[in-house]
């Protein structure tokens, strides 16, 4: 499928495991964001990547890790899942020259996490 | 680091009406201030950007107003629809490549 997916779109796991969330996007984009979302708090940039194995913290890294060793895809893993981490996740990525717009953003359908 | 400061959190409007958000921000030396639209159960979408060079921008019933002085920029829906039932997110430019949103606005259109 063209465009930005994520998998899985909905996951419950418990305290303590380990979840990997998927991105894969067909565009060549350079840039992936992962986010995520929580009422009151909009959407909080997790980490970045500017480029295959070029990666950078955002606002909210604590307990999460990322690679990117293809353009194409930028997992998202919590090494050790805790109940505050329960959210929405949106995978995002943006070209070089994006569009008309210069800076767009292609968001992802999202993934739901649960953390019991 | 940058904050966006985004209100209000809900809004009810009758079908017809003029719905109107607002967001302020921090200092930013880059120049793109977009806001975003997410329907239930979707990503968010780009729904209209501008670039504070022109204080106004305007596609279709969507304007975005720009006052680069008082650093805010607002939003507003002409002849709001119910199809317009969406979260609204505002974003100012952290980096020429990172954005920070704002907390979203729930708006909800009445028939």
């Known amino acids: 499928d063209a465009g930005i997916t994520q998998s899985p779109r909905y996951k419950i796991t418990e305290t303590g495991r380990q979840v990997t969330l998927m991105c894969h996007q067909t565009?060549?984009?350079?840039?992936m964001f992962w986010y995520r979302q929580d009422l009151g708090h909009g959407l909080r940039l997790i980490y970045y990547?500017?480029?295959?194995?070029?990666?950078d913290k955002g606002e909210v890294p604590d307990g999460y890790v990322v690679s990117r060793s293809k353009t194409e895809n930028f997992p998202l893993t919590l090494e050790s899942a805790t109940r505050s981490q329960t959210s929405v996740y949106f995978c995002?990525?943006?070209?070089?020259?994006?569009?008309?717009?210069?800076?767009?953003?292609?968001f992802g359908p999202g993934t739901r996490l649960t953390v019991l | 680091q940058q904050q966006v400061k985004q209100s209000p959190q809900s809004l009810i409007v009758q079908k017809g009406g003029i719905s109107i958000i607002n967001c302020a921000y921090e200092?930013?030396?880059?120049?793109?201030f977009p806001w975003y639209q997410q329907f239930p159960g979707k990503g968010p979408a780009l729904l209209i950007a501008?670039?504070?060079?022109?204080s106004e921008k305007k596609e279709g019933r969507f304007t975005i107003s720009f006052n680069k002085s008082a650093k805010q920029f607002s939003l507003h829906i002409m002849d709001s629809q119910p199809g317009d039932s969406a979260t609204y997110f505002c974003?100012?430019?952290?980096?020429?490549?990172?954005?920070?949103f704002g907390t979203g606005t729930r708006l909800q259109v009445t028939l």
């Open positions: 995002a990525s943006m070209g070089l020259q994006s569009t008309l717009y210069g800076n767009e953003q292609f």
């Open positions: 565009w060549s984009h350079s840039y």
């Open positions: 990547s500017a480029a295959a194995d070029i990666t």
């Open positions: 200092n930013t030396a880059f120049d793109y």
């Open positions: 501008i670039r504070p060079d022109v």
């Open positions: 974003a100012a430019p952290r980096t020429a490549s990172k954005l920070t």
